[in-house]
């Protein structure tokens, strides 16, 4: 809902422009990352995945680029369109109790103006 | 996701009642998870389950119980509850294909304790 967006970074953008969202992610030994959309009253929604053995991977509109020397991750969308207006949240795996467990960032705020 | 589904949507209860928050799932994963999210915070792993028999506390349980009744159910009561479990509330499902962990959030249950 909207409560989740009220204390988190937003990133304002205008119709057609690309976007980027940045994640620094804290576990050197994470192997795989998620990006989730969450809209408002809904829960999050994968969008695109990447493999440690990665640095780039592309989607439909949208690019995840990983820096492993950092420890960054970002999320581009190209032609940002008001339907992309969300929470956006990056997620890290990380091996711990016997499995892979997401680790959450805390999240950024996409608002797409016409 | 409508494969996963939360009851209630909305809840108002008074501290010290005792709640319990229900998950289904049709995608017949064998992996469930209980997580609660607070505004400008990520999402935090409340409780996890692998299989019917299997029960694991996540970061933040305290306060918390599940119950894991069917591979498709998988239940979160607060034995008491109390004003700072006030949050949204996310049950998520998964399994393991192809190596990824990505899991499938449901819609959420905003829970508010007077």
């Known amino acids: 809902g909207e409560s989740v967006g009220l204390h988190l970074p937003t990133l304002s953008v205008q119709e057609g422009d690309n976007s980027i969202i940045n994640c620094a992610y804290s576990?050197?030994?994470?192997?795989?990352f998620i990006w989730y959309k969450q809209e408002s009253g809904k829960g999050p929604q994968f969008i695109i995945d990447?493999?440690?053995?990665?640095d780039k991977r592309q989607g439909q509109r949208v690019t995840v680029l990983l820096n492993k020397t950092v420890k960054h991750l970002s999320l581009q969308i190209a032609a940002t369109q008001p339907g992309d207006s969300a929470v956006y949240f990056c997620a890290e795996t990380a091996f711990s109790g016997g499995y892979n467990k997401l680790i959450f960032g805390a999240g950024t705020r996409l608002a797409v103006h016409p | 996701d409508a494969d996963v589904t939360q009851t209630p949507r909305n809840r108002i209860t008074k501290t010290g009642k005792r709640i319990m928050l229900e998950c289904s799932q049709t995608k017949g994963h064998d992996r469930m998870y209980w997580y609660r999210q607070d505004p400008g915070l990520g999402l935090r792993l409340i409780y996890y389950s692998f299989d019917v028999k299997d029960i694991n506390k996540g970061e933040i349980s305290d306060g918390y119980s599940v119950s894991r009744q069917a591979q498709a159910k998988f239940s979160l009561s607060l034995e008491s509850a109390i004003p700072n479990q006030t949050a949204l509330y996310f049950c998520?499902?998964?399994?393991?294909?192809?190596?990824?962990?990505?899991?499938?959030f449901g819609p959420g249950t905003r829970l508010t304790v007077l």
């Open positions: 990447i493999r440690s053995n990665m």
């Open positions: 576990n050197s030994a994470s192997d795989y």
């Open positions: 998520a499902t998964s399994d393991l294909t192809g190596g990824r962990n990505e899991q499938f």
